[in-house]
């Protein structure tokens, strides 16, 4: 035999004369909240009451936010004792069902093409916790918070293409609007391996060849640049006209063929070491290794012959723009014993 199903007997109203009645019988203040659900400290009030007092009170016209001022009472339990009695209708609440509507739909196809929720509330103008709550009711998972943002597939391709055709990381990045650091996470996604950084960047054989064509078609370097977006000196390396070198260069590649180094140039001439480097790069000189700083043969020669006569190292080095150390090294390599410095050479 099937068990009978229990069925849940009704709740008992909540009225006045209910819990004046438990309230009689012996029960508690807490017993009497925990069976009937009421806060505690609300049984002092509502035992001031009785349950025609409270129909009288609101029969008159009287509100119920103005029966609570007078009694004590919530308003919320006020609602509940009125209900019981019968004086107001129990409100049945009812959900009604949520729609998709296109600001809906316009964040979720946002959020799936890989915007944040960030993006998403400046495009639409909504709030953060607004798109989250909308994206959550229409049963998008959320992807892990992420300092980086992902990218999607069709945007990861066009990073990868568009690094591959010769671009830099951070022309790519401009170019397609991103920030650097989300096209270094697609390029390494990909398996890309990196180019060294080089001084210039990279100007591909495609835009070379349109480059010349331009040029041989009788345009300006100025529309050349216009047209392909490359700097001028850019244009002008892919169409070999590079300026001659002026004679600070020269200067520059005369004293540092002689042996000394770009520290001691750059004394010499008056400015930094890495304007003594661009100075032989325009004058076409290669920079050597470092310690690889010692002067031609002939120089050496020169240097030896100079300090056996008994001339001083500091004036040798004046005339011959060499330093002392070098000087040391060739009358070392040469065999020849050092003399014993003067005072007046320390």
Do not use: W
Request: glycine letters at 6%; a positive charge.
């Amino acid at each position: 035999m099937t068990a009978p199903t229990a069925t849940a007997a009704p709740a008992e109203p909540v009225t006045i004369a209910r819990i004046r009645a438990l309230d009689q019988a012996g029960h508690s203040p807490r017993a009497i909240a925990q069976q009937l659900r009421l806060p505690i400290f609300q049984l002092g009030p509502v035992l001031a009451l009785t349950d025609e007092d409270l129909t009288a009170r609101y029969r008159a016209g009287q509100s119920i936010a103005d029966i609570s001022a007078a009694t004590g009472v919530r308003q919320t339990l006020l609602r509940t004792l009125l209900a019981d009695v019968g004086e107001i209708p129990t409100p049945v609440p009812v959900a009604e069902p949520k729609q998709a509507d296109a600001e809906s739909m316009s964040m979720v196809r946002l959020y799936a093409e890989g915007h944040t929720l960030r993006e998403i509330s400046e495009a639409t103008g909504a709030g953060f916790s607004t798109v989250r709550r909308t994206l959550l009711d229409a049963g998008v998972p959320l992807r892990p918070a992420s300092r980086r943002p992902t990218l999607n597939e069709e945007t990861a391709r066009a990073v990868v293409a568009t690094y591959e055709a010769g671009h830099s990381v951070r022309a790519t990045a401009e170019k397609l609007g991103l920030g650097r650091a989300p096209v270094y996470d697609a390029l390494k996604a990909a398996g890309v391996t990196f180019r060294r950084p080089c001084r210039h960047p990279v100007v591909t054989a495609e835009e070379k060849a349109q480059m010349v064509a331009a040029d041989q078609a009788g345009k300006s370097v100025a529309t050349i640049v216009k047209q392909t977006g490359r700097s001028r000196s850019a244009v002008k390396r892919a169409l070999g006209r590079t300026s001659p070198p002026r004679p600070v260069d020269l200067e520059a590649a005369r004293l540092y063929q002689e042996g000394l180094s770009l520290t001691q140039v750059a004394e010499r001439t008056g400015v930094t070491g890495v304007a003594v480097h661009g100075r032989l790069t325009r004058a076409g000189v290669s920079c050597r290794r470092p310690g690889s700083h010692m002067p031609s043969p002939a120089k050496q020669a020169q240097i030896l012959a100079a300090y056996q006569a008994g001339e001083k190292v500091k004036s040798i080095t004046t005339r011959l723009h060499t330093s002392s150390r070098v000087i040391l090294l060739i009358v070392d390599a040469a065999r020849v014993p050092r003399r014993r410095a003067l005072p007046a050479e320390q």
